[in-house]
Nanobody, 131 residues
Framework: QVQLVESGGGSVQTGESLRLSCVVS????????MGWFRQAPGKGREGIAT????????????AYANSVRGRFTISQENAKKAHYLQMNSLKPEDTGTYYC????????????????????WGQGMQVTVSS
């Protein structure tokens, strides 16, 4: 059974940084769209960053939501089906629950920011940014 293992999160002050990590626990050689969604209190889930990792554990296209571009960086971890989300210059509006997502694909595909396009979700981690 494929699982997502998340780590990171926490509470910081405005302008500080956090790093989130996510690993896809699988022995299968599949292609994946992977990334992060977040949900602020009282709001819907927002896709913020995606990365393509193929069956040979090589990363491809990366995309960011406008709300985080230039501040957040998603990168693959050591040629694995794992990635980091480095979050810099955090703002109070970045507060919310952050979810790692992944979805196996049979071939190269554009990784979207649509909730329905991801079958695997992590348990979620709280990120709180205080002013």
């Amino acid at each position: 059974q494929v699982q997502l293992v998340e780590s990171g999160g926490g509470s910081v002050q405005t302008g500080e940084s956090l790093r989130l990590s996510c690993v896809v626990s699988t022995h299968a050689r599949d292609n994946y769209c992977m990334g992060w969604f977040r949900q602020a209190p009282g709001k819907g889930r927002e896709g913020i960053a995606t990365i393509w990792i193929n069956e040979y554990n090589r990363s491809g296209a990366i995309a960011y939501a406008n709300s985080v571009r230039g501040r957040f960086t998603i990168s693959q971890e050591n040629a694995k089906k794992a990635h980091y989300l480095q979050m810099n210059s955090l703002k109070p509006e970045d507060t919310g629950t952050y979810y790692c997502v992944a979805d196996p694909r049979p071939a190269y595909d554009e990784c979207s920011f649509r909730v329905a396009d991801y079958i695997l979700w992590g348990q979620g981690m709280q990120v709180t940014v205080s002013s």
